[in-house]
């Protein structure tokens, strides 16, 4: 993800970000100015964003200052001009309190704000470092434009005030929110990072003039969704205004491939991995530790293997132990300088690649763009995003939310860094929900019943998907072992680091999702009521997943096009599956590391089966229950929401949506 998010609470945790966060991670004493300070940390000064503004008569893009920080997130939520609004009040004969309280924005919060980071992908900020300064400016555009994006999106579809008796009523803000932005340009090792921090405050006004709190909640919930915008937005303004295209890069191996600009070589991306390269080398002994963590009986305290939620609280704790202090900050002309030098000097790539990187990103971007058609097919979008949320979220069962960030990263991987029409992300949420999805939401609650937070699964068959755990029962990692702690945990070999011997792990499911994308797009293309819907495994393949490498792409190999477009010969579906996966491997796409043959897709088939008398019992259970219990349709005004087209007046819904 490139969008974290970070709770802001009055007290310790906002004089943290009033002492280093403002001031670029740099150490700001209490007697300097904050504009003095950002000045010689050589970070320009904070800006106002959102539609609140108007509310509290601000201006978009005025200057940030230290008392309007003070009020807004250090005092509990004032006005940020409370100081004045105070002293006018005063003037006027108010007594103190009644003027103290003239300030105020509602009730006073510990919960004052959160913190969203927003990031680019690391190819994007080293364009930023390493280009001329043209491509410095059109970048550090197109970031702040996918960030003003986002915030409208968060405006309209995400923020609730919740008000009455245990928050039974829920309603947008509708004059917006109030967000401070902070721009840094480097990372704790001194490497490149160009990223921003959203200071967005809790506080909303209702259609009755009162002010309520932002649930929080909701944010936390939309981030990944949050994130997967801003990569898709500000990736295709920077290969819009650049001529470039993206490409998928996989990472690390199982998990869902990244969008990174085509062209970029993959040893400057590891130049700026030095933190990466120290929390992984850190997070190697902490695996060890928990596989082999004993209790005072000598037994083993955790199973010995590592599944997904404690990998990523692992992590966290790597991250933690192996955080350097922050350098002394510089002006951003003397980093780049000093970057570009560091580049060229230990990064190991040639130094007429570095000095001209937007050229060859240009030329990666030629081939791509010639071999890969911007076409977005809804149906087979929507398959694709609900198996693979399918799969990957537990036991099957998922929220709008889930299918929308799927689809986002969807047309990423389509477009190729093109841009996309308004809404086309909510199309594909539609199809996927009215088309695929079951909803077996069993509302209690007043949040239940919103169309944000209906509970659905997959319509087909667990028989037809392969099967999302191993056959062997694998209980929670994460929880204490009781009864059958299961084998010892294997001792790290005499002599060898953690790195050098294997950690046992819980399988990635991003590569049995790819692998159920395929199984339902065959089903459907074989059943004539969707024949004519979906086109076809090798539409699929050509138009959807066909990229090469960037080394291929500089000189690509010469295809031939005349059968690009063909559809299958009729015969088994397993015979055109592989063909289709054949095809994948010899273009080098992100699916080849997968490497699925034909006996391996026919053991996935075998294990699935065995699930298929649960299946049946629980499509039988849901069937029931909604005959028992109808359910409510969706609403399409929940599935169609904030569509912007260019920057203007705000359009959003109705409050109370």
Not at 92 to 104: E, H, L, R
Not at 238 to 259: D, I, K, N
């Amino acid at each position: 993800m490139t969008v974290d998010i970070r709770v802001i609470r009055a007290g310790q945790m906002y004089r943290y970000y009033l002492r280093q966060t403002v001031v670029g991670d740099g150490r700001r004493s209490a007697r300097t100015p904050l504009r003095a300070a950002q000045e010689q940390a050589g970070v320009p000064a904070g800006r106002w964003m959102g539609r609140g503004l108007a509310t509290l008569e601000l201006t978009p893009g005025q200057e940030v200052t230290e008392a309007q920080l003070r009020n807004l997130f250090g005092e509990r939520g004032r006005h940020p001009d409370a100081d004045r609004i105070e002293a006018d009040r005063l003037a006027q004969g108010d007594s103190p309190t009644k003027a103290f309280n003239a300030g105020a924005l509602g009730r006073r919060v510990m919960v004052t704000g959160v913190d969203f980071v927003f990031r680019p992908q690391p190819t994007i900020y080293l364009l930023w470092a390493l280009g001329d300064e043209e491509t410095r400016r059109v970048i550090e555009a197109a970031h702040e434009y996918a960030i003003e994006r986002v915030l409208e999106w968060i405006e309209d579809e995400v923020a609730v005030i919740r008000y009455g008796k245990d928050g039974i009523y829920r309603v947008r803000p509708p004059g917006g929110l109030v967000a401070a932005r902070f721009r840094h340009y480097e990372a704790r090792s001194g490497t490149p990072l160009l990223h921003d921090h959203l200071l967005l405050s809790v506080k909303g006004q209702r259609l009755d003039g009162k002010w309520g709190s932002i649930h929080t909640l909701a944010l936390h919930e939309n981030t990944v969704a949050a994130s997967a915008l801003y990569n898709e937005l500000v990736t295709a303004e920077v290969c819009e205004a650049l001529g470039l295209a993206t490409e998928p890069r996989t990472v690390t191996p199982g998990r869902q491939p990244v969008m990174e600009i085509a062209g970029v070589p993959h040893e400057l991306i590891r130049w700026t991995s030095r933190r990466s390269d120290q929390i992984a080398a850190c997070l190697e002994d902490l695996e060890h530790e928990y596989v082999t963590a004993v209790d005072d009986d000598g037994e083993s305290r955790f199973l010995p293997m590592v599944s997904e939620r404690a990998r990523a609280k692992l992590n966290g704790m790597a991250a933690r132990k192996t955080r350097p202090p922050k350098e002394k900050t510089q002006p951003l002309a003397q980093l780049r300088a000093w970057w570009k030098a560091s580049a060229i000097l230990t990064s190991g790539v040639a130094v007429d690649i570095i000095t001209s990187l937007l050229e060859y990103a240009r030329a990666a971007a030629v081939a791509i763009r010639a071999r890969v058609a911007a076409v977005v097919d809804i149906a087979l979008a929507a398959v694709d995003v609900a198996a693979t949320v399918f799969v990957m979220n537990d036991g099957g069962r998922f929220h709008r939310r889930h299918l929308l960030a799927e689809a986002r990263r969807h047309l990423a991987l389509v477009l190729r860094g093109r841009r996309r029409d308004p809404g086309l992300d909510d199309q594909i949420v539609a199809a996927a929900i009215s088309t695929h999805c079951l909803d077996i939401s069993e509302a209690k609650t007043v949040r239940g019943r919103e169309a944000g937070y209906r509970l659905y699964t997959a319509r087909w068959s667990l028989s037809d998907l392969p099967a999302r755990r191993p056959l062997t029962p694998v209980p929670d990692p994460d929880r204490q072992s009781l009864d059958d702690p299961g084998e010892p945990a294997e001792p790290r070999p005499t002599g060898r680091d953690a790195g050098e011997w294997a950690i046992p792990r819980i399988p990635l499911q991003y590569e049995r999702a790819v692998l159920a994308g395929a199984v339902v797009r065959e089903k459907l293309r074989t059943t004539p009521t969707t024949a004519t819907a979906v086109r076809g495994r090798a539409y699929d393949v050509v138009t959807h997943q066909q990229a090469a490498m960037p080394e291929q792409l500089i000189a690509p190999q010469p295809a031939d096009p005349a059968h690009d477009d063909q559809e299958p010969k009729a015969g088994r579906g397993e015979a055109i599956d592989m063909t289709a996966l054949r095809a994948l491997r010899k273009s080098r796409t992100d699916v080849e590391a997968l490497d699925l043959t034909a006996d391996r897709l026919r053991r996935f088939q075998e294990m699935a089966t065995k699930m298929a008398d649960d299946s049946r019992a629980r499509s039988g259970r849901a069937q029931a229950a909604s005959t028992a219990h109808p359910t409510r349709p969706v609403r399409q005004d929940g599935q169609q929401a904030h569509h912007p087209q260019e920057p203007g007046p705000h359009r959003g819904p109705e409050a109370g949506h």
